[in-house]
């Protein structure tokens, strides 16, 4: 090994550990909330503060986490939950897309639509309950429906601001070397507004989960939200937070998921910012 290999060796060595020791400590921090949080919560019921009936310590949920494992009965209720959820966000961020370029391209259709969409999207989901039952029952199209319903809105919203957003002198350009419309609208519009269509598509992801958990208590008998439900009513009470840590770890991991592919989709940003 040469001289010069093994003064490089060292320094990497210490560069490496430098950089461990931020991820480690990066780590620490944005864990501490959560385990002040975890800590307070199986101290206060211990400590007689607030009554073991009503809240228990997170030892005896995972306890009942554990079992809703060695039962089972977890999946079958995870799989309701997933489905339900991911088909109303697959349809809510088709139809926003196509919509939103409709409105954000065509500005005739635009001033026709804006105020008719403008007055739906101050409608609530949960205010559409007794509707979306009326037309469509009590089963799975009315639960899905309500979800679609939450996030649509918010991929519509955010890609009618993306398109709008082009600037001008691009498609200009496009045009001037004889680019089609659709061209245009494939190579210059949709890379532009991409990052507001996943900004919109990851609230869209937060909206689903709400609108699950409301769904689901309404005529269901599976998934996450009736579990969690279905336990309060019968009094088992860590099941009921069994089932509300599984709701928000589902959630979490749809929003990461999310967040990976936003990462993936726009990766060429990030080339770009270094490049800059």
Same mark, same amino acid.
């Not at 039962?71 to 349809?91: D, T």
């Given at each position: &090994? $040469?001289?010069?290999?093994?003064? !490089?060796?060292?320094? *990497?060595?210490?560069? !490496? ?13 944005? $864990?501490? /909330? ?36 060695d039962s089972g009965n977890v999946w079958k209720h995870l799989a309701a939950?997933?489905?339900? @959820?991911? @088909?109303?966000?697959l349809i809510a961020v088709i139809g926003g897309v196509v919509c939103s ?13 804006d105020p008719l969409y403008q007055l739906l999207r101050q409608v609530s989901?949960?205010? *559409?309950?007794?509707? =979306? ?8 199209? $009315? ?12 991929? *519509?919203?955010?890609?009618? @601001? ?31 507004? &991409?990052?507001?269509?996943?900004? +919109?598509?990851?609230?869209? +992801? ?7 958990? /409301? ?24 099941? &009921? ?8 770890? =589902? +959630?979490?991991?749809?929003?990461? $998921?999310?967040? &990976? ?16």
């Amino acid at each position: &090994m $040469s001289d010069l290999s093994m003064l !490089r060796t060292p320094k *990497l060595r210490a560069i !490496r550990t430098a950089r461990r020791g931020v991820r480690l400590s990066a780590l620490f921090e944005r $864990s501490i /909330a959560l385990l002040v949080f975890v800590l307070l919560w199986e101290l206060l019921p211990r400590w007689g503060i607030v009554s073991t009936a009503y809240f228990n310590p997170p030892s005896q949920v995972a306890i009942a986490i554990g079992r809703l494992f060695d039962s089972g009965n977890v999946w079958k209720h995870l799989a309701a939950s997933a489905i339900r @959820s991911l @088909s109303g966000l697959l349809i809510a961020v088709i139809g926003g897309v196509v919509c939103s370029f409709a409105l954000g391209w065509f500005r005739r259709v635009e001033r026709i639509i804006d105020p008719l969409y403008q007055l739906l999207r101050q409608v609530s989901a949960f205010a *559409l309950f007794p509707v =979306f039952m009326l037309f469509l029952g009590i089963g799975e199209s $009315s639960k899905i429906a309500i979800i679609v319903w939450a996030a649509f809105w918010p991929v *519509l919203l955010n890609t009618i @601001s993306g398109v709008k957003q082009v600037e001008r002198v691009f498609i200009d350009c496009a045009r001037s070397m004889g680019a089609s419309q659709g061209l245009i609208f494939a190579k210059v519009v949709l890379p532009a507004a &991409m990052p507001e269509i996943l900004t +919109g598509i990851r609230l869209a +992801g937060v909206y689903s989960i709400t609108a699950l958990v /409301a769904a689901e208590m309404i005529g269901a008998h599976s998934g996450l939200s009736f579990y969690t439900l279905n336990s309060q009513e019968t009094f088992q009470i860590p099941d &009921m937070y069994a089932g509300i840590v599984l709701l928000a770890i =589902f +959630g979490l991991l749809i929003n990461k $998921s999310l967040s &990976m592919l936003e990462r993936h989709v726009l990766r060429w940003r990030v080339g770009l910012a270094q490049n800059g």
